[in-house]
């Protein structure tokens, strides 16, 4: 019986003690739709660069390496890659204001890794085609890491 008991008690706390699973802020390709309707495009390095003067967050929708299908590159984001390489950023979602956003991996949850909840700052036209495509997205809410660089 003790046993028993033990067991059931040991079980009851690691469900207690797991983080629930995430995939905020691993790695994802941003993307963009596709004019022959079929899977999305990789968005490239070139594009990207050639906005990054305008200090904007990028917002990609449709992200299959994405739990929520939102890859987000704010407007901070480092990268090394080539012009003609795709352009990447982090696995995000749409939030609360006010609410957490944990990482995958709780080492990123601190500094300029760090994630929280945000308004994006995205152009007008952006944020009216995303609520236009997606009806679910009313507010620039989302799971960012901070415009300060985590100072």
């Known amino acids: ?47 990207v660069r050639n906005m990054s003067g305008q200090n904007k967050d990028f917002i990609a929708v449709g992200s299959v390496q994405c739990e929520d299908l939102i890859c987000v590159r704010d407007a901070n984001f480092q990268s090394d890659a080539g012009l003609d390489d795709p352009a990447t950023g ?36 952006t944020l009216a085609a995303l609520s236009d495509e997606f009806p679910g997205v009313r507010d620039p809410y989302f799971c960012a890491r901070s415009t300060d660089g985590g100072m």
Do not use: H, W
């Open 1 to 47: 019986m003790k046993r028993m008991l033990f067991a059931a008690a040991s079980l009851a706390l690691s469900f207690v003690a797991c983080k629930p699973a995430t995939d905020l802020n691993t790695t994802c390709t941003l993307v963009k739709r596709n004019p022959d309707g079929g899977s999305p495009l990789a968005i490239l390095e070139r594009d």
């Open 90 to 125: 982090y696995c995000s979602r749409q939030c609360a204001q006010g609410s957490s956003c944990p990482s995958y991996d709780e080492k990123l949850d601190k500094g300029a890794t760090a994630l929280s909840c945000r308004p994006l700052l995205l152009s007008a036209e």
